[in-house]
């Protein structure tokens, strides 16, 4: 198991100072150092109780967390470090070109038979991958709120022996925002080989069936499953004819080069505005904003079928990702009507806060309507 | 795997219905309702990303977060169900006597034989138990906090085959504060038989050394886990000799028995003022505070070892609890001579940031060395 975290080098000396370690452990038991450093904890935990001066020279001793200004702890955080920057004239790539992972990736599943890649008889291991921003929210319920989402999606996984990665790195300063989750997958893709699939989910997206178990089986000859229709993307090009607020991806090579194929609009900036006007352009009812990834990628599989198309599922049988404007009135109904275990507009699996957006300033709804409609669906 | 969610009346039902929906489906998905949904739900999609007005009697429209009074979801919480009030004459139950709880068990497990209560040779199935307030915070950061707290405990957890449980919910109104761990332990003990160990953790206890894996044998004759020292508890019944901010607690009659004996001096109002005077008499340094659930741990062990003294371990060899006073200004000294792995003072397991009190309005410590190290810590 500390192979995998720790380097073998490290492993090797961990196991060189366990050795060397035991005859100097025994005799520093022999001459009783424990209970001095019993002493020492002791005081110092019967101080915890009395209000400490603060030894690191902070300068604001209050004890009010009202009156606190947490800029002060974001000053601190650079390291004096220059920031990487990229030369924009040179085309943006997630990371070096690979085009082995699948036989890298076998190699791996083979030398690693105790961490297989399913976990059950046609059950894939899934890691459930989701995240929020580092900072505290722009409002004083946002993280709340983000709390909420996240013992649900505990909730959730722990029933239906999903593995989760809470994400609050920016892994990548110029795909920030939306784009943030495609350095962050292929990073997992590639450090995860035991992972089959991974499931990216929004922040603002909530479980709302418990019961139901996606059905694996049914993708068993695609990599990229998300909720949409067929028609709205290959004949319409529309814009929302898909949501990337909730998807799963095969950990395999065509993800690693779709993924490629997918960041390109996504720098800020530049890049990532005229990306948005070419967008807005293509696609059916796209309004006029800078580039984002849903749109990207209607725009990849409207104009390149062929190359993805087969290995793409755009399902439409039970809510991958379900929006709440048109469910969450209806919960009372479902409730009378129906029972867990549907996923589909009876009974969604995933109720989608779009626009909501909880951890900002504003959102594109009235507040008291989403979070009123996010305790429902919690 | 409904059945552990669903009762045996409502699993039947599901059946039933899937039998008889059968027909039902095949009809209409040959009269082709889903176009017909799937354009209400893309002309309802389409309009989400213009504001609508709320439909659900808000009178509030805002989509300004800064300006929302939060107390407003809270008024409609009431949901008119007249609350229970026990006669405080008669004394205080976690709920209805279990005298058999090991045969239960036992039977259980035999007859599901894919729950197993040890995963791997040795290695038990554990399931770590934390949560916070169903209310935000009383401060901006606090959620913020409560946030990166649980995203620690999912790494630590996902890395040693953990299962988690988040708690929202207060399930006992007399147990509320440091007291509601009590009913809720008891609740995931009884509804959980699979889980052989429950690891309560505070939510402001990180952990700091991801490496660390806890040695489950050590405690193969022990149904009781804290870090503490024998001499301070049964010497001197030190109201800090231990620690219950993070323990584990084998799921037994045992464990019952003593969750029990524990509860009485907890519920609020006069039992736990009362209960406060007694300990802050009979325990060493105690301050003057209402009852507790760590120095009421202490009185009865102090009090009563011969009964449960055998099948506690009051562990010091490693930090399961780590006092954050005495840790935090040391980090860099142990990055530079240990590593992680070791759980102890040269990399401490969990490092427990108490009296900072990051969801309350003030805390024991200066507010900014309290935030600074939980930052540093996670």
Known sequence: MLDRFLSPRRARQIQRLLRN???????????????????????AAQGQQKSSSSTDGTENASNNYAEFDIRKIFKDEDDGTEEFKRDPSLPYSLGPKISDWDQQRAEW???NPNFPNFIASKKPRVLLVTGSSPKPCENPVGDHYLLKSIKNKIDYCRLHGIEIFYNMALLD?????????LPLIRKLLLSHPEVEFLWWMDSDAMFTDMAFEVPWERYKDHNFVMHGWNEMIYDQKNWIGLNTGSFLLRNCQWSLDILDTWAPMGPKGKVREEAGKLLTRELKDRPVFEADDQSAMVYILGTQK?????????ESGYYLHGYWGILVDRYEEMIENYHPGLGDHRWPLVTHF????????????????????MDRAV
Chains 1, 2 share one sequence.
Do not use: H, I, N, S
Not at 173 to 181: P, Y
């Open 109 to 111: 599943l083979k030398m």
């Open 173 to 181: 300063a110029e795909m920030a925002g939306f784009w943030a989750k």
């Open 21 to 43: 370690g035991k005859l100097t452990l025994f005799c520093l038991l022999l001459t009783r150092t424990e209970p001095r450093r019993v002493l020492e904890e002791a005081t």
């Open 354 to 373: 779009v626009g909501c957006k909880p951890c900002g300033k504003f959102g594109d709804y009235p507040v008291e309507r989403c979070l009123k409609q």
């Open 306 to 314: 062929d190359k993805w198309g087969d290995k793409v599922y755009l």
